[in-house]
């Protein structure tokens, strides 16, 4: 469900009220939760936000998201929460676990579902074996080696009729697995390691006895103590290929995530580090990085709380963020007391309770050593005063290109799928190698000979057959016939790509009661503009009344921020100088009021 990126719809803070309301359905689907584990599960005092996303075939999911880390889900359609490994991690006995091979992990992240070979079953196999449940039961997968859960699924029969199938067929519908978008969506940390499951530790003490047997004489294992060992010990993995084959052939999914699994395994080899450690160096880096960059201009004493938000926070390398909560400081005023005791920094309280940064050690090693790396941080971050400092960091937008239509059949020769989004460069650089490999090019010329693939690809039917065409041609026609899409990643987020061509921001004048006019401001949120900070920002910057409310004779959802008088002149200058927003990216800047002669 997961597997491709999903687009977001909404997302909005929980209030009190709700809180209570979604501990109480959770309680009641999960009843091992203590009012303790609920309580962590949703804190008061922490952020709880409720996301509203699209998956990639239409569902409509909605995604409780605690501290950054999506939590449980459920389908709009149902009423059933599910919940994600990050919940499971903390809670591994909160669902039915079903064991499988370490390696079928992957393949279930390239979309797959898990079939009946690939479960791992105690004993010999009885209508208890799967354990007691009927169809569409909820159910977690672990592995031979971890009984930390790596995904969440459904069952596809009951436990009877698992029994009775033989070992054969689909076992488990596949919601969400470990390294998927929704695993994404988080602080992306891997699994914990738990010690191999009870159903692998029973067969090893099975093992170890039958050999202890063995060596002391005691006798020969029977036929029917073999098949017991083997059993409770690994199905063998041709089996499992065997299912994972049947699989591909079922579930077209499979073969339209080669790539995702390749990126899967890859991050697989190179696990990231994580943990408060982690965080410690980034918070000690982003420190030394603010005193050498904006902080050389900085007038002391100043606020500690100003200092983190204004000068450590944009200091950030791009891709990472701040949380001090993670760190093993927990709270700013321990972070800078210890630096303090190094004699980087002295901080002290005035008046009672509110803690200033006096004065910095510049000759201190640690700082003079400190060299900033220009390019780790692309992306100059927009300081929200407003709303307890928080930051807007620009979202980066990349105009791409799906494959599909009469495109597809020439890139599943290259090993790639419908709906599969690729770059300018990406298109260029595949039919270069398509045309190198096929020998399409004519020696020592521009022009190439298109074979059957590439005409149905450039070729509009209605132009009937052309023998040659020029590389420039092959390129321009390639993109033109591939469906716009538009990739938009927002600081700390997953991608989001999004089918069409992006809409503008839209500035528009218009006149209301006794000719007065007002600026509109449409479609601001879709570059992850907060619109009440915004409006607060031009209401201070040009002294004018502002509001924020639902757009007439737009489509529905549509909000626009209105402003008294002519003011596009300010708001595209805060767009393009204060936000970052491409000038493409928005429209009406020519209804700026003209100057008076």
């Not at 569409?136 to 009984?147: E, L, P, S």
């Amino acid at each position: 469900m997961f597997i491709k990126p999903f687009r977001i719809k909404s997302q909005t803070q929980l209030k009190g009220s709700d809180r209570k309301k979604l501990r109480a359905e959770l309680s009641q689907a999960y009843p091992s939760l203590t009012v303790e584990d609920l309580a962590s599960v949703i804190p008061n005092k922490e952020d709880v936000i409720f996301v509203r996303m699209y998956c990639y075939k239409g569902e409509s999911v909605n995604v409780y998201q605690v501290q950054r880390d999506p939590l449980f889900f459920t389908l709009e359609k149902e009423k059933d929460i599910y919940p994600t490994v990050y919940l499971l991690w903390r809670h591994p006995h909160l669902l039915h676990t079903f064991t499988t091979h370490t390696p079928v992990i992957d393949i279930l992240g390239g979309g797959a579902d898990l079939m009946l070979p690939g479960i791992i079953t105690k004993g010999e196999m009885n209508p208890y074996s799967y354990g007691k449940f009927e169809k569409g039961f909820h159910v977690a997968i672990n592995t031979a080696d971890n009984k930390a859960p790596h995904a969440v699924g459904i069952t596809a029969h009951s436990s009877m009729d698992m029994y009775m199938a033989g070992k054969r067929g689909k076992g488990v519908s596949i919601l969400h697995v470990y390294r998927d978008q929704l695993w994404e969506m988080g602080s992306r940390t891997p699994p914990p390691s738990l010690g191999p499951p009870d159903i692998m530790l029973d067969a090893q003490v099975h093992l170890e006895v039958a050999q202890d047997d063995e060596a002391n004489g005691d006798g020969v294992i029977n036929d029917s103590e073999t098949s017991r060992c083997e059993t409770k010990d690994e199905i063998p993995l041709v089996q499992v290929t065997d299912a994972l084959q049947e699989v591909d052939l079922r579930n077209s999914q499979a073969d339209d995530s080669n790539s995702s699994l390749e990126a899967s395994t890859l991050q697989k080899d190179k696990p990231q580090p994580t943990g408060p450690e982690v965080m410690d160096k980034l918070l000690f880096h982003c420190f030394l990085k603010a005193w050498k960059t904006s902080g050389k201009k900085i007038e002391l004493p100043i606020l500690t709380s100003n200092f983190y938000r204004l000068h450590m926070v944009p200091a950030c390398p791009d891709g990472t963020s701040l949380d001090i909560k993670k760190s093993s400081y927990k709270k700013l005023s321990k972070f800078l007391n210890a630096l303090a005791k190094k004699e980087l920094i002295q901080v002290k309280e005035f008046p009672k309770g509110i803690e200033n940064i006096t004065a910095v050690n510049w000759e201190h090693e640690d700082i003079k050593s400190f060299i900033v790396d220009k390019e780790e941080t692309t992306i100059k971050p927009v300081i929200n005063k407003k709303d307890g400092g928080q930051t807007f960091i620009p979202p980066l937008i990349e105009e791409v290109h799906q494959v599909s239509g009469d495109t597809l059949q020439f890139f599943k020769a290259n090993g790639l799928c419908k709906g599969e989004v690729l770059s300018t460069a990406e298109v260029r650089n595949i039919v270069t190698d398509y045309i190198k490999r096929n020998s399409l090019q004519k020696e020592g010329q521009k022009i190439v000979n298109v074979d059957r693939l590439l005409h149905e690809a450039v070729v509009n039917r209605k132009e009937g057959y052309k023998e040659t065409l020029r590389w420039d041609e092959i390129f321009s026609r390639m993109l033109g016939r591939m469906a716009p899409a538009v990739k938009i990643t927002r600081h700390g987020s997953v991608p989001v790509i999004r089918k069409g061509k992006l809409e503008p921001i839209e500035l528009a004048v218009a006149k209301r009661s006794g000719n007065k006019k007002v600026t509109l401001v449409y479609n601001a949120s879709l570059y992850g503009i907060d619109e009440a900070e915004f409006a607060h920002q031009i209401q201070v910057g040009v002294a004018a009344s502002t509001s924020v409310g639902p757009a007439e004779h737009k489509p529905q959802g549509t909000t626009q921020v209105l402003i008294q008088g002519n003011q596009v002149a300010f708001v595209g200058r805060l767009l393009i100088e204060t936000y970052h927003i491409p000038r493409k990216y928005i429209r009406g800047l020519e209804l700026a009021a003209k100057g008076k002669k």
